[in-house]
């Protein structure tokens, strides 16, 4: 197998070893036999093997650590979307060829059993298979890494799609077990929540902030073991579970209160029960505000143990031994909590305790929405986290006192808006400025994004900071992105660079001098051509809806956000629809449009965009008049595990978010990696994908950052487009109608209202001509299957930029400053 030079020796299995590990765990684990053996207990029993090498090496790694004591990244993300762990797994332990064998001796087929396997959905999109991505990459390059979540008992909402609509349930991953996952009963916290803060003296004589807590709740840790590929580090996922604090409990039980101790104990298993479905809109609920605290303290408290383990109670080599990395705003309240304990418990003074803090966090900016910037209510705050908030506005004052009245003096709108506090009818707490002014470093996600973050998110913090903000373009994972979602395409690397790319993904560049032999475009589109027949299959399946390989595969995956524009591609459709009823003859390659996208639950013209393409995919996919030239797809529940068949199978990926929008995007990369050709804008990570393939090997269009900048400050005004365009018009008024849903004229008015009397703020209307020329443009170039295939390649082989494993390093070297700890 190709990885096998990675790991190491000594604990390398064979496959009649392995063989027999599954089935001493099936009997001895499983408590079943190979005769009477369901699916499920094949699983396990497998993960069971899988975890002798995972749990030998995690020891390795742990004992090394502590040896070392090296400086650690600290993770903090409310999201970690991990997908299915066991095929990522073995092939990290360079155990997949191996077990594939050892199961096809006991009549098993290992791709079938990792569909046993539920995802780990506990995230939305984007943002938390960042995370994902990222951990892999930090185990990968040997760092010592911790990521912390929350245990949620419910990720994102399965999607059922019912008529046409979207029908969130309740997602239950962990229903019947986790193989991947251990309790640490041993490092259990308790934290705090609501009561009041009392000033007392301190043993010093000075006065002293001590918090009474008006109830606590228990933090129970789930560690789930990130396996570095080639096995050497195997670094945790440490991810919190609420629970009733005993201790509070039997205080209510012994005053009778039964009842009342039940209420308290279903309310405290409240904090980690579900994932808030929101991606890029702030939800604003206590519960959730509870959920960031608890997940935070949580961590704090951890890393604190960790530290005084090696340190006792000098802090000095804090900030040299601790890096914690914010991901988004969410769990900001780590920043006043280190403060708090540090202040409060550890007796530091504020100034020492600050440039602790001040060094060790940085924060990771993912959107300039300004839905997505959380904003606390002071009054909230107050209620369930008093002595937090006494901390924010300390740090405020000092900020506005020593650093913006002497670069700006006597300013009062300028310390307005760098307030951590917001002033108005109702007072609220700013995450973001709060971030910024307790990080050392903070980060956009993308070279246009970045700048964004410094030129119009945060201009005066760019001022009196310039060294503090940076860029690190995003990553995805090749492992999970390319050698484990495509084998065949991997298999042809291996035969045409070697098999080192999975750990260096530039070496793929040498595959781009081939990108014009007959030969190697011959063996890439066939391996493309067996990945869209897979997933005909799978289509099949799961909608019932019969398409043909032999198309265009057109897929858009990502949530449901009107600034993403599954709306545009939508009338896009239509036109082409109109284009094939009006003109029989009309010119086209047949193309399957393949969407996959959850919406918020409580985000209603997202929920009528998905009901509008389901309502245009019934009619068009059974309308004999086009001659099957056009099919539309919707694919129900749209998680990692269906983007893993999704992606290898794409011939065009759509990245189409109004520019300035996105702030980076990833699946852009992983569908390019996979031999995908972008129509796209020039927004997030797209500009710097195209000037790694070449804008020619893109279809780039539409409006730029500054052209939306422009028209919108001119006043953008749609009727414009919808009077100039006759088609475009045509389209829109289609909606009025009941072409798509007969009986029940209107039904998808709301579309057409939000894109003309609702002002249209995403330019959908503006960027409908450009981006249909550039789908003129895709279907010229694939019916030159040498120019396609050309394209097809150069994009897969020109993604080494992408790889996450270069984006941590990039955080390595200008923000976290570790140094690589080799696991023996
Ligand atoms: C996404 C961004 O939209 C996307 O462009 C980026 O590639 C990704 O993060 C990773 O950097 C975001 N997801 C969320 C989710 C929430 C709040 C803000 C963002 S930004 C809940």
Request: one cysteine or more; hydrophobic letters at 40%; aromatic letters at 10%.
């Amino acid at each position: 197998m190709a990885t096998k030079k990675h790991t190491g020796q000594d604990l390398q299995l064979d496959k009649d070893q392995l063989k027999a590990s599954i089935v001493r765990h099936l009997r001895s684990t499983l408590g079943t036999s190979e005769q009477k053996a369901s699916p499920d207990a094949w699983w396990k029993a497998t993960a069971a093997a899988v975890n002798e090498q995972v749990y030998e090496r995690l020891t390795r790694t742990q004992q090394t650590h502590f040896k070392k004591d090296t400086r650690a990244i600290h993770y903090l993300s409310a999201e970690f979307l991990m997908g299915r762990l066991t095929s990522n797994n073995l092939h990290n332990l360079s155990l997949y060829k191996v077990c594939e064998e050892a199961l096809a001796d006991l009549g098993l087929d290992l791709t079938d059993l990792c569909e046993q396997e539920p995802d780990m959905a506990l995230g939305n999109g984007g943002l938390g298979r960042l995370a994902a991505c990222f951990i892999d990459s930090l185990a990968t390059l040997n760092y010592p890494a911790v990521g912390y979540g929350i245990h949620y008992e419910h990720g994102l909402f399965r999607q059922e799609i019912q008529d046409g609509r979207q029908i969130e349930r309740p997602d239950s991953w962990r229903e019947y077990g986790n193989p991947w996952e251990i309790c640490r009963p041993e490092s259990v916290q308790e934290i705090p929540l609501y009561g009041y803060v009392e000033t007392v003296f301190g043993d010093n004589g000075g006065l002293k902030k001590v918090w009474h807590a008006g109830r606590k709740i228990k933090g129970v840790p789930w560690d789930i073991p990130v396996v570095g590929f080639g096995g050497h580090t195997v670094n945790i996922l440490r991810l919190w579970e609420s629970r009733a604090s005993e201790f509070f409990d039997w205080d209510v039980f012994n005053a009778g209160g039964y009842v009342n101790s039940q209420a308290e104990k279903a309310q405290a298993e409240t904090i980690s029960k579900v994932l808030y479905p929101n991606d890029e809109t702030d939800a604003g609920k206590e519960l959730r505000l509870i959920q960031q605290y608890f997940f935070c303290a949580c961590s704090i408290k951890d890393i604190m143990r960790r530290y005084k383990r090696a340190h006792g109670n000098d802090f000095s080599q804090f900030a040299a031994q601790i890096a914690i990395q914010l991901n988004d705003t969410h769990p900001t309240v780590a920043i006043p909590e280190l403060m708090r304990v540090l202040v409060d418990e550890e007796g530091l003074n504020w100034d020492s305790a600050w440039s602790i803090c001040y060094h060790v966090f940085s924060y990771t900016n993912h959107t300039l929405l300004p839905e997505a910037l959380e904003k606390w209510s002071v009054h909230l705050f107050e209620k369930v986290l008093p002595r937090h908030l006494e901390v924010i506005y300390e740090i405020n004052a000092r900020f506005l006192d020593e650093l913006v009245e002497p670069k700006w003096p006597g300013n009062d709108a300028i310390k307005a808006k760098l307030s951590i506090i917001e002033e108005g009818a109702v007072r609220k707490v700013r995450m973001g400025n709060l971030c910024v002014i307790g990080s050392s470093k903070v980060n956009g996600v993308a070279e246009i994004h970045s700048k964004l973050v410094k030129e119009d998110l945060f201009p005066e913090f760019a001022q009196l900071w310039p060294e503090k903000m940076c860029n690190v373009t995003n990553g995805v994972t090749p492992r999970r992105w390319l050698l484990a979602c495509n084998p065949e395409l991997s298999a042809l690397y291996d035969d045409a660079v070697g098999n080192t790319w999975p750990l260096a993904l530039d070496k793929l560049r040498e595959v781009v001098k081939s990108a014009d032999d007959p030969q190697f475009q011959q063996k890439f589109m066939a391996i493309k051509r067996r990945n869209k027949e897979k997933l005909v299959k799978v289509i099949k399946a799961e909608t019932g809806i019969e398409v043909s390989a032999e198309a265009i595969f057109d897929v858009q995956i990502k949530r449901l956000h009107e600034y993403k524009r599954q709306q545009l591609n939508l009338i896009h459709i239509m036109a082409l629809y109109r284009r094939l009823l009006t003109n029989p003859d009309y010119q086209m390659h047949p193309r399957v449009f393949i969407f996959g996208s959850k919406a918020a639950p409580g985000y209603k013209l997202a929920k009528d965009i998905i009901y509008a393409i389901n309502k245009l995919a019934d009619r068009v996919n059974n309308d004999t008049r086009i001659q099957g030239k056009l099919k539309v797809v919707f694919m129900p529940n749209y998680r990692v595990s269906l983007a893993e068949k999704l992606i290898p199978a794409a011939d065009v990926s759509e990245q189409i978010s109004t520019a300035g929008y996105e702030a980076s995007g990833t699946g852009n990369m992983k569908l390019a990696l996979n031999g995908a050709v972008t129509i796209g804008t020039l927004d997030g990570a797209n500009i710097e994908i195209a000037e790694e393939a070449g804008a020619e090997n893109c279809a780039i269009f539409g409006l730029n950052v500054d052209e939306v900048k422009t028209l919108k400050a001119r006043g953008y005004n749609p009727y414009d487009f919808y009077y100039g365009n006759s088609e475009l018009k045509a389209v829109l008024d289609w909606f009025d109608t009941d072409y798509f849903t007969p009986g029940r004229p209107g039904e998808l008015a709301a579309i057409k209202h939000s894109l003309l009397e609702g002002g249209d703020p995403y330019l959908t209307l503006a960027d409908f001509h450009s981006y249909s020329e550039a789908h003129k443009l895709i279907d010229t170039w694939y019916r030159d299957p040498a120019l396609w295939a050309r394209k097809a390649i150069i994009n897969s082989a020109t993604m080494g930029k992408f790889n996450s494993d270069r984006s941590i390093q990039d955080y390595v070297d200008r923000i976290w400053k570790l140094t690589n700890c080799n696991v023996g």
